[in-house]
């Protein structure tokens, strides 16, 4: 922990200008820090994971990726990781289903869509939400507080795969189509 700080601070120092006028760190610099750090991750560990990311055309400090490969429910797993500037990594992972994202307003019984949310979000590793545009999506955020952390980084990166059975619990909800047996 205290190495990873310490490499953070000194490649800060190297970077020139890490601290401001006032003493404060740059949050840029050290963002820039963790993004590399997630990227080399990234591209070391995502395509054992058929896996691909590479940053985000719309924002330099997200991640973005996609899993399309032994998916039996969703066409595709759309995954956006952000560092953001409170020292954080969200990852945010959009299901796309019958042509596009799965949305709140357009689901067949939004509410029990809701309240499935729920309980899968009290019940399963991922919390699962919607965003500004009632899209849906499954979620993990780390600090970084304690440092990088790569190992469970790899347990989140592994379990994205795992998503695409509760759409297919979800499928009724959606758009009336049965769930598959369990």
């Given at each position: 922990m205290a190495a990873t700080r310490t490499a953070v601070l000194l490649t800060l120092l190297a970077?020139?200008?890490?601290?401001?006028?006032?003493?404060?760190?740059?949050?840029?610099?050290?963002?820039?820090?963790?993004r590399q750090q997630l990227e080399d991750l990234l591209t070391q560990y995502g395509p054992a994971q058929e896996m691909h990311f590479h940053r985000s055309t719309l924002n330099p400090f997200n991640i973005a990726g996609s899993l399309a490969t032994g998916l039996t429910n969703s066409a595709s797993l759309?995954?956006?990781?952000?560092?953001?500037?409170?020292?954080?990594?969200?990852?945010?992972?959009?299901?796309?289903?019958?042509?596009?994202?799965i949305n709140l307003d357009k689901a067949r019984n939004g509410t029990a869509?809701?309240?499935?949310?729920?309980?899968?979000?009290?019940?399963?590793?991922?919390?699962?939400?919607?965003?500004?545009?009632?899209?849906?999506?499954?979620?993990?955020?780390?600090?970084?507080?304690?440092?990088?952390?790569?190992?469970?980084?790899?347990?989140?990166?592994?379990?994205?795969?795992?998503?695409?059975?509760?759409?297919g619990d979800l499928k009724p909800l959606i758009d009336g189509t049965a769930a598959p047996s369990h």
């Open positions: 970077l020139g200008g890490a601290a401001g006028a006032e003493g404060q760190i740059d949050t840029d610099a050290v963002r820039s820090v963790t759309e995954i956006v990781i952000s560092v953001t500037k409170s020292q954080t990594l969200g990852f945010r992972i959009y299901p796309h289903y019958a042509g596009g994202y869509l809701m309240r499935q949310l729920l309980l899968f979000t009290n019940r399963n590793f991922l919390f699962w939400g919607a965003d500004d545009t009632y899209d849906v999506f499954a979620g993990y955020t780390f600090t970084l507080e304690s440092g990088f952390p790569t190992e469970a980084l790899k347990v989140v990166i592994r379990s994205i795969v795992n998503l695409d059975g509760f759409v």
